[in-house]
T-cell receptor
Framework: GENVEQHPSTLSVQEGDSAVIKCTYSDSASNYFPWYKQELGKRPQLIIDIRSNVGEKKDQRIAVTLNKTAKHFSLHITETQPEDSAVYFC???????????FGRGTSLIVHP | DAMVIQNPRYQVTQFGKPVTLSCSQTLNHNVMYWYQQKSSQAPKLLFHYYDKDFNNEADTPDNFQSRRPNTSFCFLDIRSPGLGDAAMYLC????????????FGSGTQLSVL
C-alpha cells in the first residue's frame, strides 16, 4: 500500500516568513494529493489539493507543488500569519485505492 | 449549517464498558469513514462504508464495529474499550469514491477510565 512521509514534524516561523512542508510518497500510481489543516480542537479541513496531471497549484498565499519523478509534493505558505498556526496533514491517494493515506502531520507555529 | 455532525463531543467510559459514537451527515454522500486520531499522530482509518458495503482495514481490532443503518447515519461501537482506545474519533464523508475531498466532523474525544 501507499506510504507517506512528512517533514518536518514541527515548524516554527516568524509572522511574515514563508513556510514549506514536504511529503514523499511510495506509490508511483498515486494521483491525488490533498492537504488538510487542523486547528487545535477543530476538525481537519481541506485547504488545497493537486492532481497528478498538474505540477503546481496556487490559492492566494498557499501553493502546492508536485514532482512525480521524485515522488514528492510540498505545501508552501507565504506571508504567514498567526492564524496559520495549526497542524497540517498531507495525504496521497494510491492508484489501487480511493482511500487517502495521511502523513504524520506538521505542527506549524507562527510567532507574532 | 454543520454538514457532518458527531455526538457526543466528549465521551467518558469505563474500562471494558461498551460505548457507541454516532455520526450523521446532511450531504447525502455515498462514502462514510471512521478514523482514530491519537495525539500528534495522523488520522488512522478504521473502516469505511461505500453505500452499504462495509470495508474493514486489516489492522482494525475486532473490538471495533460499525453500523450504517441508512445514508445519513453511521455508528462506531467499541465493545470493550481499553486504555489504549482513548483517542479522538473522526467521522468523515466523501461524495463518492475517487479523488474526492473528505468532509470531517468535529470528532468525539473518548476517554477511558
Amino acid at each position: 500500500g501507499e506510504n507517506v512521509e512528512q517533514h518536518p514534524s514541527t515548524l516554527s516561523v516568524q509572522e511574515g516568513d514563508s513556510a514549506v512542508i514536504k511529503c514523499t510518497y511510495s506509490d508511483s500510481a498515486s494521483n491525488y494529493f490533498p492537504w488538510y489543516k487542523q486547528e487545535l480542537g477543530k476538525r481537519p479541513q481541506l485547504i488545497i489539493d493537486i492532481r497528478s496531471n498538474v505540477g503546481e497549484k496556487k490559492d492566494q498565499r498557499i501553493a502546492v507543488t508536485l514532482n512525480k519523478t521524485a515522488k514528492h509534493f510540498s505545501l508552501h505558505i507565504t506571508e504567514t500569519q498567526p492564524e496559520d498556526s495549526a497542524v497540517y496533514f498531507c495525504a496521497a491517494r494510491g492508484g489501487g485505492s480511493y482511500i487517502p493515506t495521511f502523513g504524520r502531520g506538521t505542527s506549524l507555529i507562527v510567532h507574532p | 449549517d454543520a454538514m457532518v455532525i458527531q455526538n457526543p463531543r466528549y465521551q467518558v467510559t469505563q474500562f471494558g464498558k461498551p460505548v457507541t459514537l454516532s455520526c450523521s451527515q446532511t450531504l447525502n454522500h455515498n462514502v462514510m469513514y471512521w478514523y482514530q486520531q491519537k495525539s500528534s499522530q495522523a488520522p488512522k482509518l478504521l473502516f469505511h462504508y461505500y453505500d452499504k458495503d462495509f470495508n474493514n482495514e486489516a489492522d482494525t481490532p475486532d473490538n471495533f464495529q460499525s453500523r450504517r443503518p441508512n445514508t445519513s447515519f453511521c455508528f462506531l461501537d467499541i465493545r470493550s474499550p481499553g486504555l489504549g482506545d482513548a483517542a479522538m474519533y473522526l467521522c468523515a464523508t466523501s461524495r463518492d469514491r475517487g479523488p474526492e475531498k473528505l468532509f470531517f466532523g468535529s470528532g468525539t474525544q473518548l476517554s477511558v477510565l
